[in-house]
């Protein structure tokens, strides 16, 4: 069943995106998302109740090493490299602004 885009549906669409959009490039949107809209529905007609879930088409493996615990710098070292420090803290600027 062929899906068809109404031109009010791809006037919605660039409104949504801010695009203006020609009466040529409406028409040629309106078909291209009608096909579109119809492989979707080729796709959703497929029956995929026994293919397992999966976020990418190949096998993913980790490539990084294991964590290594280690031991970490000594406070006033990494203190001493600050531009600015407070009770044993980085100072940095507000970002925050209170309302």
Known sequence: ?????DLSQV?????????????????????QLGR?????AALDA??????E???HVLPMTNVLREDQVTPSLPRE????????QEDGY??????ILPD
Do not use: N, Q, Y
Request: zero cysteines; hydrophobic letters at 45%; glycine letters at 2%.
């Open 1 to 5: 069943m062929p899906h068809r885009m």
């Open 11 to 31: 006037d919605h669409v660039a409104r949504l995106a801010r695009l203006e959009l020609s009466d040529e490039e409406r028409r040629r949107f309106a078909e």
């Open 36 to 40: 579109i809209l119809e492989h979707v």
């Open 46 to 51: 497929l029956d995929t109740s026994g293919v």
């Open 53 to 55: 879930p999966t976020s």
């Open 77 to 84: 070292v990494v203190l001493a490299e600050a531009r600015e």
């Open 90 to 95: 980085f100072k940095v600027p507000r970002v």
